[in-house]
């Protein structure tokens, strides 16, 4: 890939908060933390040679400016993650379902770092692969339950236009490994609000102005979209409406990444 690799800060920003969000979803869905690291991919040749064994995904974004990030892995990687996921299920399904999640908890993370807000289309699984000289790349290592799988390959293709950050200049950070503060166990006592997020919709002020009892607002979510739970602001968790001894509820299906949550807490 040559010295184009290294063009797009941004996206390797990007793909680095991925690989934080891929290890959360194996936490979520194994019940085990991996090891799980990445480095560039400063010439794709070797992969281009793999790329016949490699299942490859495809997931795209929404709107006029969407992007399309491409997850690459060879069978003895996706297969270990689906055993631990799912035991007994049917494996690629299982794998696929990582991925979805980790692309979920991504755009709830990554979106205040864009220009615009962005949400997943379906995924799918690609017969073809991607020519890998216009994605930025990222080779991910995973280690799980003392086993090192093969590397993962994430890419994201290279429109800077739909990732760029907003006016404020505020961006994806790829947050370190934090350790609690000495103050943290004096905090574990204080409250905080916790909101709700079932969807937002935005509206014209001719429409607010007609609002009225019996009207209907659509929101920006499918009926089977996840809620998210919000702290300050700051979405940690996402999950789905239950009803609890005639109360409402949520029940927690992802969760945001320990650094995050860490930083968090500090800051409350």
């Given at each position: 890939m040559g010295s184009e690799q290294h063009r797009y800060p941004f996206l390797e920003r990007?793909?680095?908060?991925?690989?934080?969000?891929?290890?959360?979803?194996?936490?979520?869905?194994?019940?085990?933390?991996?090891?799980?690291?990445?480095?560039?991919?400063?010439?794709?040749?070797?992969?281009?040679?793999?790329?016949?064994?490699?299942?490859?995904?495809k997931q795209t974004t929404e709107g006029a400016d969407n992007f399309a990030i491409w997850i690459g892995a060879e069978e003895d990687c996706w297969s270990a993650l689906a055993g631990a996921s799912k035991p007994g299920g049917e494996p690629k399904q299982a794998y696929f379902e990582l991925l979805k999640q980790?692309?979920?908890?991504?755009?709830?993370?990554?979106?205040?770092?864009?220009?615009?807000?962005?949400?997943?289309?379906?995924?799918s699984m690609e017969q073809t692969a991607p020519a890998l000289n216009a994605l930025?790349?990222?080779?991910?290592?995973?280690?799980?339950?003392?086993?090192?799988?093969?590397?993962?390959?994430?890419?994201?293709?290279?429109?800077?236009?739909?990732?760029?950050p907003g006016a404020s200049g505020s961006e994806i950070s790829t947050l370190p490994a934090t350790s609690a503060s000495p103050m943290l166990s004096r905090l574990m006592d204080l409250q905080l609000p916790v909101t709700v997020l079932l969807g937002r919709a935005v509206l014209p002020i001719r429409?607010?102005?007609?609002?009225?009892?019996?009207?209907?607002?659509?929101?920006?979510?499918?009926?089977?979209?996840y809620v998210e739970v919000m702290v300050h602001g700051t979405v940690v968790a996402r999950g789905e409406i239950v009803s609890v001894r005639g109360n409402y509820g949520v029940r927690i299906k992802e969760i945001i990444s320990r650094q995050d949550r860490i930083a968090l807490q500090d800051t409350a």
């Open positions: 990007f793909l680095a908060r991925w690989t934080n969000e891929l290890g959360s979803a194996i936490e979520s869905q194994t019940g085990q933390a991996p090891a799980i690291s990445h480095a560039s991919v400063p010439d794709s040749g070797s992969w281009e040679e793999r790329a016949g064994n490699v299942l490859w995904w980790a692309n979920r908890n991504l755009a709830g993370a990554a979106a205040p770092g864009f220009s615009k807000p962005f949400r997943w289309r379906d995924g930025e790349l990222v080779e991910v290592q995973i280690n799980l339950a003392g086993r090192t799988l093969p590397s993962l390959l994430a890419g994201v293709e290279r429109q800077a236009q739909a990732l760029e429409d607010v102005l007609k609002i009225s009892s019996g009207s209907l607002i659509e929101l920006d979510r499918q009926i089977d979209d």
